[in-house]
């Protein structure tokens, strides 16, 4: 059984710039999350994504935005890159069962670099 | 708000010896507490939980008590390895949300 995966590994971008990270859940799971975490940091919640929408929200810009799939993947768009926000880009799953959430699964996510 | 707040690292210690990574939390409602591991290269995975006061969360020979009268969830292991050495952060969720509130992280290295 597959974990979380996410892809690419590792990115490099320059200022300005727009990416997109992705991110498969483990299997049988239906809710996405995406937390940053900057160097020595613990990693800060973005947003959560449960039935392709977005479901709460951390204290993040309008330019990091996402989406989920009805094969409940999900994609991480950021625009207009800063150079704060290099980071590593971790991806969570889980699932809504019963009114609660089952343990969270992450992914080994995507370094971003921008420059 | 929500908050995580954890000694800061890094920690050395000899093979064999008492860990104990200090972690305190407030929390705006009823929360339930996790500490996670964090090896090199890799993503988080979940250590222990505990979801009620005094509950005592335990894995691979890693334990820590939910204590509510001092808001705390201090990581404790008898006697650690070579193979220990990560980032341990503590972290909370609050009622029936997922989002997780995450400690800044306790670096530990563990040497023969």
């Known amino acids: 059984d597959a974990g979380v995966t996410q892809s690419p590994t590792h990115l490099i971008k320059t200022r300005g710039q727009q990416v997109t990270l992705r991110c498969s859940p483990k299997s049988g799971h239906d809710t996405v999350s995406w937390y940053q975490q900057a160097l020595g940091q613990g990693p800060q919640f973005i947003f959560q994504y449960y039935e392709e929408e977005e479901r709460q929200r951390g204290n993040f810009p309008d330019r990091f935005s996402g989406h989920q799939f009805p094969n409940y993947s999900s994609e991480l768009n950021v625009n207009a890159l800063l150079l704060g926000d290099s980071a590593l880009y971790l991806c969570?799953?889980?699932?809504?069962?019963?009114?609660?959430?089952?343990?969270?699964?992450f992914g080994q996510g995507t370094r971003l670099t921008v420059v | 708000g929500d908050s995580v707040t954890q000694m800061e690292g890094p920690v050395t210690l000899s093979e064999e010896a008492f860990l104990t990574i200090n972690c305190t939390y407030t929390?705006?409602?009823?929360?339930?507490l996790f500490w996670y591991v964090q090896y090199p290269g890799e993503g988080l995975q979940l250590l222990l939980k505990?979801?009620?006061?005094?509950d005592k969360g335990s894995n691979k020979g890693f334990e820590a008590t939910y204590r509510k009268e001092t808001t705390s969830f201090h990581l404790e292991k008898g006697s650690v390895q070579v193979s220990d050495s990560a980032v341990y952060f503590c972290?909370?969720?609050?009622?029936?949300?997922?989002?997780?509130?995450f400690g800044t992280g306790t670096r530990l290295q563990v040497t023969l």
């Open positions: 969570a799953s889980s699932s809504l069962t019963g009114g609660e959430y089952t343990e969270a699964f």
């Open positions: 972290a909370l969720t609050v009622g029936t949300a997922s989002k997780l509130t």
């Open positions: 929390a705006t409602g009823y929360p339930s």
């Open positions: 505990a979801t009620k006061a005094d």
